[in-house]
């Protein structure tokens, strides 16, 4: 798949384009209905399937003060939406100048003239151009007049309600990643690279990988059972113990990632090591000393193995 940054809006001459558009933050199952839809209108008529986001987030323009953390990063985010089966990923840089575009501007000069647009699925909620005016029922308008198909998409509905980046947020907030891995319909991941740190796992016999973790949003404080593999090695992923935290018995401070690779000794500095998380064990917790906290470290590693089924 082919990632484009739309920097200039002259068109891309892609033959009958099928577009997805929205900002796809985690490309969770609702967003994979709508990339469905256009992958599978571009495949039946020949043409190409392309799904258009936006990046910053509008929300980081308009309301930074506001804006939520991100649950990807537009690398990951390129990943997923190819393993869709997406042809192009088209990335518009979203401005204070686009937003004030009208419906009918941005429908003819990003939709119809970059893009080469002959069907666009949206949300059903979907909202663009000045003021948020545009919906679909204004995109099924503009469609009719420039010459494309409009698709509205219905949420689509888990655990009681539509399933949207806020709901998984939410629930990684309270170390739910049984709600998100719902929501996603796979394991919420975080991908990062080996750093020193200050050593004390190796020295009570426990060593850990300490990840710079790339993505904004990571679970909530607590240890878990997931699965980690070296990004870029072609071997199956290994279970791991990962705590998520401040580390309060040794006076807290910001919050660290922190992966305990099970009967692994190799070398993990300078790797780029990608988690994901299949179940939380249990909450972070203040211990009396560090003989009670390696007590149940060791206890944690036991129940990641039964978690994770591994030997």
Same mark, same amino acid.
């Given at each position: 798949?082919?990632?484009?940054?739309?920097?200039?809006?002259?068109? $891309?001459?892609?033959?009958?384009?099928?577009?997805?558009?929205?900002?796809?933050? !985690?490309?969770?199952?609702?967003?994979?209905?709508?990339?469905?839809?256009?992958?599978?209108?571009?495949?039946?008529?020949?043409?190409?399937?392309?799904?258009?986001?936006?990046?910053?987030?509008?929300?980081?323009?308009?309301?930074?003060?506001?804006?939520?953390?991100?649950?990807?990063?537009?690398?990951?985010?390129?990943?997923?939406?190819?393993?869709?089966?997406?042809?192009?990923?088209?990335?518009?840089?979203?401005?204070?100048?686009?937003?004030?575009?009208?419906?009918?501007?941005?429908?003819?000069?990003?939709?119809?003239?970059?893009?080469?647009? $002959?069907?666009?699925?949206?949300?059903?909620?979907?909202?663009?151009?000045?003021?948020?005016?545009?919906?679909?029922?204004?995109?099924?308008?503009?469609?009719?007049?420039? !010459?494309?198909?409009?698709?509205?998409?219905? &949420?689509?509905?888990?655990?009681?309600? &539509?399933?949207?980046?806020? *709901?998984?947020?939410?629930?990684?907030?309270?170390?739910?990643?049984?709600?998100?891995?719902?929501?996603?319909?796979?394991?919420?991941?975080?991908?990062?690279?080996?750093?020193?740190?200050?050593?004390?796992?190796?020295?009570?016999?426990?060593?850990?990988?300490?990840?710079?973790?790339?993505?904004?949003?990571?679970?909530? !404080?607590?240890?878990?059972?997931?699965?980690?593999?070296?990004?870029?090695?072609?071997?199956?992923?290994?279970?791991?113990?990962?705590?998520?935290?401040?580390? &309060?018995?040794?006076?807290?401070?910001?919050?660290?990632?922190?992966?305990?690779?099970?009967?692994?000794?190799?070398?993990?500095?300078?790797?780029?090591?990608?988690?994901?998380?299949?179940?939380?064990?249990?909450?972070? *917790?203040?211990? &009396?000393?560090?003989?009670?906290?390696?007590?149940?470290?060791?206890?944690?590693?036991?129940?990641?193995?039964?978690?994770?089924?591994?030997?």
């Amino acid at each position: 798949m082919e990632v484009v940054r739309l920097d200039s809006l002259e068109p $891309r001459g892609w033959p009958d384009a099928a577009l997805a558009v929205g900002n796809f933050d !985690g490309v969770h199952r609702g967003h994979q209905a709508l990339v469905a839809l256009a992958v599978r209108d571009a495949r039946g008529a020949g043409g190409t399937s392309v799904v258009l986001t936006f990046e910053p987030h509008p929300s980081r323009v308009l309301s930074p003060d506001r804006a939520p953390a991100s649950l990807m990063t537009v690398g990951q985010k390129a990943e997923i939406l190819a393993g869709l089966g997406v042809d192009r990923l088209a990335v518009l840089p979203f401005t204070v100048e686009l937003s004030r575009r009208e419906p009918e501007d941005f429908a003819r000069d990003v939709l119809q003239r970059a893009l080469g647009a $002959r069907v666009v699925v949206v949300g059903a909620s979907f909202r663009f151009g000045r003021g948020r005016t545009g919906d679909l029922a204004t995109l099924r308008r503009l469609g009719d007049a420039l !010459g494309f198909r409009v698709h509205g998409q219905r &949420p689509v509905i888990a655990r009681g309600g &539509p399933i949207s980046s806020t *709901r998984i947020r939410e629930a990684l907030s309270r170390g739910d990643v049984g709600a998100a891995r719902d929501f996603l319909g796979r394991r919420f991941f975080a991908d990062g690279v080996v750093v020193k740190g200050e050593g004390r796992g190796r020295r009570i016999g426990i060593p850990t990988a300490n990840l710079d973790v790339v993505n904004e949003t990571v679970p909530g !404080g607590g240890v878990y059972a997931c699965w980690c593999r070296v990004l870029g090695e072609d071997v199956p992923p290994r279970p791991a113990a990962v705590n998520v935290g401040r580390r &309060p018995t040794f006076g807290g401070g910001v919050t660290t990632v922190e992966a305990h690779v099970l009967d692994y000794d190799g070398d993990l500095y300078g790797r780029t090591l990608r988690l994901e998380f299949e179940d939380r064990l249990r909450e972070e *917790r203040t211990f &009396p000393g560090a003989e009670a906290l390696v007590a149940q470290i060791r206890s944690d590693i036991g129940e990641a193995r039964r978690v994770l089924r591994a030997p």
